[in-house]
């Protein structure tokens, strides 16, 4: 029993920092935030800090994870109701996920710049949830009876963030995001 209180006592700790860092590394953005200040938010020293598993890009990370997961959890499974096409449906789908990106985007802007610094790890678990996100496209694409699904799902994910920098860069909307890549999505949806 004491050993439960300690684990759930740990990981109470884990979350209350990735809180205080997702907060920081938000409003300051990551490079301008330091362990210390991390640390000084949380109570906590350093040391502390590092004995407890983490460092700032292991932060960075688990801020990510949790943002993924918050979408994935909204996500409806797939259906054709409502559309006439796996291209209209898949368009309805990004532009949901632009609506729900751009509203964090300062995290996202973040997490697409410092990315490359996470571990293997980290990089496992994120590519998961990104399939996750994709599968409602991989299932309006086999739907119809598409070939190269894989190959198209990558490319689509390629033009999605593209659309998501010029709203970063530009302060564009979901809208725009969208208008911006369907030329280029209605080549990769043709059979």
């Given amino acids: 029993m004491m050993a439960t209180q300690k684990v759930d006592a740990k990981l109470q ?23 210390r200040e991390i640390c000084l938010s949380a109570g906590l020293s350093p040391t502390q800090l590092y004995r407890l598993g ?38 309805a789908y990004l532009f949901k996920l632009y609506e729900s990106d751009i509203l964090i985007k300062g995290i996202r802007t973040e997490g697409a710049a410092f990315g490359w610094k996470w571990s293997g790890k980290y ?7 990104v399939f996750q996100l994709l599968q409602p496209i991989i299932d309006a694409l086999t739907h119809e009876g598409f ?12 033009l999605y963030y593209v659309g998501y920098r010029h709203a970063v860069m530009h302060d564009g909307d979901a809208k725009a995001c969208l208008e911006g890549i369907k030329p280029s999505l209605k080549l990769l949806l043709k059979k």
Avoid at 123 to 129: N, P, S
Wanted: proline share 2%.
């Fill in 54 to 91: 983490l460092s700032k890009q292991d932060l960075l990370a688990e801020i990510i994870l949790r943002v993924n997961q918050k979408q994935i959890a909204l996500i409806k499974p797939f259906s054709i109701k409502g559309f006439n096409s796996a291209e209209s449906y898949i368009e």
């Fill in 13 to 35: 700790r884990i979350e209350t920092i990735i809180t205080i860092a997702h907060r920081l590394f938000e409003q300051n953005g990551y490079e301008q935030v330091g362990i």
């Fill in 123 to 129: 990089e496992e678990q994120i590519v998961k949830q």
């Fill in 147 to 158: 070939n190269d699904i894989p190959a198209r799902c990558y490319a689509i994910w390629s």
